[in-house]
């Protein structure tokens, strides 16, 4: 079942998620209803506050090229266990902030642990795209925004839209 998606500001977007003590088939349904969403939005990630649901649990699917098969990735829990001192800087959107766009610097290549959706340990290393958005959706789980890496003036810049965009919104 498709989700609706907050809009910044929503003070669910900087709260920091608690860990998911165990799966059940609620947690499941929920990992299977965020893929629903972010594909249909469409996106390569989301995380769980973005639904207004404040668990650990992202979804991602970094494959973008046309040859590529699809690579749904559901982590309950992620957590970097280590990351690269090389830099990449992508330009990075959110589906909680749609249509803004900026550059952020981000660690090239991370080792990110997570339980999957069968409970089961996994750890696999992620570099350029999949690192970036790994990075961003587990930024999500600690209450932090991509726009949080800005100045402060094109941060409240992107804010003041948004908030026009969830009046304009509201007024149908």
């Keep these: 079942m498709k989700r ?8 669910r ?50 494959a973008k090229e046309d040859e590529e098969s699809p690579r749904p990735l559901v982590m309950f829990n992620p957590k970097i266990v280590s990351a690269s001192d090389e830099t990449n800087v992508y330009e990075e959107g959110c589906l909680s902030i749609p249509d803004q766009y900026a550059e952020v610097t981000r660690p090239k290549v991370v080792e990110v642990e997570w339980m999957n959706r069968d409970g089961n ?22 209450g932090k925004l991509f726009i949080d890496y800005l100045k402060p003036l094109k941060r409240q810049m992107i804010t003041r839209k948004m908030q026009k965009l969830k009046r304009e919104r509201a007024r149908g």
Excluded: N, S
């Design 13 to 62: 977007l900087k709260k920091v998620c608690a860990e998911v003590p165990d799966l059940t088939d609620a947690m499941r349904t929920l990992a299977d209803d965020m893929l629903e969403t972010m594909y249909a939005a469409p996106g390569v990630g989301l995380a769980a506050p973005q639904i207004g649901v404040l668990d650990r649990l992202i979804v991602l699917d970094c």
């Design 121 to 142: 340990a996994e750890r696999e290393t992620f570099d350029g795209l999949w690192a970036t958005c790994v990075q961003h959706e587990i930024d999500h789980l600690d």
């Design 4 to 11: 609706p998606i907050l809009i910044h500001p929503d003070p």
